[in-house]
């Protein structure tokens, strides 16, 4: 059974700062996906990565993928406050399309 | 941007009564799935959909569960028979095909059973 665990699950951190949030996964992966859900919204697709070594870029956000590893990254540089949000990772592996998704991390933003 | 439409926002009913949930995907997308997201929780697969036909189902899916697509634009989800446990928040999603890189997820049906 494919498992996905995101850390930390919770994250507080003042504008400006860098940070990263961790998602790993037990099984090889087809693709990844990062979204983002505001509270009492829908997900919002971020990045889909389908290769090793895959790296996406969009604003303050950046989301890298290491299958060997079995390891994605979302780098968040020099955060603002509309960063706030929860942010999941998803896995989609053995030929299924279908993300299996992380508990999701937390993060709020601090002026 | 196209998006996924899902009616209603909000859902109270009462536990044992069956509820339905409705999805109207994009257009000219071929697969259709249900996920749920229970409060803080994580977002879990229930069932996808395409060809008119169930493609695969989580444990979650159980026979309280149906989907149909009963007019060729609106997707439904039916619970029959309500549980306390089933209160959450419903998200249907679509896709044109499998190979596409997006996933597009609707705005969600929150359903509280009391």
């Known amino acids: 059974e494919l498992k996905v665990e995101q850390n930390p699950l919770f994250l507080s951190m003042q504008e400006g700062k860098n940070y990263t949030i961790y998602c790993n996964y037990s099984?090889?992966?087809?693709?990844l996906y990062w979204y983002r859900q505001d509270p009492g919204k829908s997900l919002e697709s971020l990045f889909v990565?389908?290769?090793?070594?895959a790296v996406k870029q969009e604003g303050r956000l950046m989301a890298s993928l290491d299958t060997k590893a079995r390891l994605s990254t979302l780098h968040i540089t020099a955060a603002v406050h509309d960063l706030s949000a929860t942010y999941f990772c998803?896995?989609?592996?053995?030929?299924?399309?279908?993300?299996?998704f992380g508990r999701g991390t937390s993060l709020i933003v601090h002026p | 941007e196209p998006e996924v439409t899902q009616t209603p926002s909000h859902q109270v009913t009462q536990m044992g009564q069956e509820v339905i949930l409705r999805c109207v995907p994009i257009?000219?997308?071929?697969?259709f799935y249900w996920y749920r997201q229970i409060l803080g929780q994580k977002v879990e697969f229930l069932v996808s959909?395409?060809?008119?036909?169930?493609?695969?189902k989580s444990e979650i899916f159980d026979d309280q569960f149906s989907v149909e697509r009963p007019d060729g634009s609106n997707f439904t989800l039916k619970i029959r028979s309500t549980k306390l446990e089933d209160s959450a928040m419903y998200f249907c999603?679509?896709?044109?095909?499998?190979?596409?890189?997006?996933?597009?997820f609707g705005s969600g049906t929150q359903l509280s059973v009391l």
């Open positions: 998803a896995v989609a592996s053995g030929g299924s399309y279908i993300p299996t």
């Open positions: 099984t090889t992966s087809d693709r």
């Open positions: 990565l389908l290769s090793n070594g």
């Open positions: 257009s000219n997308h071929l697969y």
């Open positions: 959909f395409y060809n008119n036909e169930i493609s695969e």
């Open positions: 999603a679509s896709i044109t095909d499998r190979t596409n890189e997006k996933l597009f």
